[in-house]
């Protein structure tokens, strides 16, 4: 496979305060594409992105607050969830040309064309066509896309947050069902976890979201909350009707509506 000299890369050069301008935080420039220069007994494999996932998190990954994972350095590559297709190995690996893997937060960030990375550092995108016998009808294919997704950290987050954390109890007809709140349900990973709880456990749901157009998605669109609170109209109106400007204060009388909404929802699906 003829490979180009050159491509696009995105690296972050100064960490954004407030908004965001492209052009200064995350200049788009112009790179020689990386060649295997070890002596081969690392195994390494030669990366071309097919999809980047731009998610919310990458805000917080440019600021040089602590968080789950270290911010991105400055001038280095802007970090990023990929699929990528493998096109050249180096080494002894289980990859090898045209395979479809995954990377997240990798060794040599996102937002580039090509990428050499340690093979053990990506994970596989398996086919039905690998997993199935030559003799069994093989399903249709799922959308690559898929894995960054409900395939990837999105799900994996709902999944292990949800069941193994919250530790939900299996419907059950002795029991009444357990009541979950969510909070961002309108989000990635909170939408997720709403349909599980939902749909898979058979809980009572409220969702916690900020307008009412995700209010109308989480009750009539997804159909995965039996109660939502659009916190951010709350707050408003708190902010409006209250006699004072005290951070403190607000955030005191800003909980006490939220517990009175609460309550009010959790007598309204007690009722259904």
């Given at each position: 496979m003829l490979l180009p000299t050159q491509q696009k890369v995105v690296r972050l050069a100064h960490r954004p305060t407030t908004e965001i301008d492209p052009s200064y935080h995350l200049p788009l420039t112009y790179e020689r594409v990386p060649t295997f220069d070890d002596d081969g007994k690392r195994p390494l494999v030669l990366l071309h992105r097919l999809y980047l996932s731009i998610d919310p998190a990458m805000r917080?990954?440019?600021s040089s607050a602590r968080s789950y994972l270290p911010p991105v350095p400055i001038n280095e590559v802007m970090r990023g969830a990929t699929l990528s297709e493998v096109v050249a190995v180096r080494g002894v690996s289980r990859l090898k040309v045209g395979?479809?893997?995954?990377?997240f937060a990798g060794e040599a960030g996102g937002w580039q064309e090509y990428a050499i990375v340690s093979a053990k550092s990506v994970r596989k995108i398996e086919t039905w066509s690998d997993l199935c016998d030559d003799n069994q009808q093989i399903p249709r294919e799922l959308p690559l896309t898929i894995h960054l997704s409900i395939l990837g950290t999105t799900g994996l987050t709902a999944y292990f947050g949800f069941i193994r954390v919250g530790c939900p109890r299996l419907p059950s007809k002795s029991k009444p069902p357990e009541v979950v709140l969510v909070n961002a349900a309108a989000g990635a990973v909170g939408s997720v976890v709403c349909q599980i709880a939902k749909n898979?456990?058979?809980?009572?749901v409220i969702g916690v979201t900020g307008s009412d157009a995700k209010c109308?998605?989480?009750k009539d669109g997804l159909n995965c909350c039996d109660a939502v609170i659009n916190y951010r109209e709350m707050e408003n109106e708190v902010s409006r009707n209250a006699q004072t400007s005290d951070p403190a204060e607000l955030f005191a009388l800003k909980s006490i509506e939220f517990q009175k909404q609460l309550r009010k929802v959790l007598k309204e699906i007690d009722s259904k």
């Open positions: 917080g990954w440019m395979d479809v893997v995954s990377e898979v456990y058979g809980c009572k109308r998605l989480l």
